[in-house]
């Protein structure tokens, strides 16, 4: 929703009303780029507002949630000591930090959130939580006694997991793809379930987090979650 600029730079606990008018008046404010003039209002959620060439922080309860296409080769994490592609790195400064929900290893793709709510991201990877995770698996090695080994409830970390839902789409000449939902998240499930299957993975892609589609989205690609995606994904 587009308020006054000098509203927003005053809730987000810059300066005073009168001031940020101040700032404004003296070209230290942009929208999109552009200079701002007083009067002008903007959208924090859609707009990339500078104060002094740096991103308008957060107002104090304000929540940002977006749905990242994950490339393959980028690292699900906000840095890395080897100099690897992040997921922070294909994001703009304005959106400030959001940290990744869950992981995506460093070559699968597909759908990641990444947020600054603490309370959402718990809530989703908590594991008494289970929120269903689908998964577009292409592999080789296909036989038919694959499919019932892939359904099966394995152990994972000393735990035995629920027994996903697998579904195939095609398979020619011991090569296929998959689809399949999990309700866990352990630690490269997807990869080891096929590896207990005796199938080899060629790609995997996420392609839904509970009520939540990647879409049309393509890699490195990211959107805002609107306030009923965040509603609903604190409802699964």
Request: with cysteine; charged share 30%.
């Amino acid at each position: 929703m587009k308020e006054r600029l000098q509203k927003l730079i005053s809730a987000a606990g810059l300066c005073s009303r009168r001031r940020a008018e101040e700032w404004i008046a003296q070209g230290k404010v942009t929208v999109n780029g552009d200079l701002a003039r007083l009067g002008d209002s903007a959208d924090p959620e859609t707009d990339a507002i500078l104060v002094s060439g740096e991103p308008l922080p957060a107002a104090p309860g304000r929540t940002t949630t977006i749905l990242l296409y994950k490339p393959r080769g980028a690292v699900t994490t906000l840095s890395d000591e080897k100099g690897r592609s992040t997921v922070a790195e294909l994001l703009p400064p304005e959106l400030g930090r959001l940290y990744p929900v869950g992981r995506l290893d460093r070559f699968s793709e597909g759908l990641l959130l990444m947020t600054n709510d603490g309370a959402l991201a718990q809530r989703l990877t908590h594991p008494a939580e289970e929120v269903d995770k689908t998964y577009r698996l292409w592999v080789s090695g296909w036989t038919d006694e694959a499919l019932p080994l892939l359904r099966r409830p394995l152990v994972l970390d000393g735990k035995k997991i629920q027994a996903p839902r697998v579904e195939l789409l095609w398979q020619r000449n011991g090569v296929c793809e998959l689809e399949i939902t999990i309700h866990e998240g352990r630690n490269r499930q997807i990869r080891r379930m096929a590896q207990a299957a005796g199938l080899t993975v060629t790609r995997l892609k996420r392609v839904a987090e509970g009520p939540l589609r990647l879409g049309d989205l393509k890699p490195g690609q990211w959107r805002r979650l609107t306030e009923a995606e965040v509603a609903a994904l604190n409802e699964s």
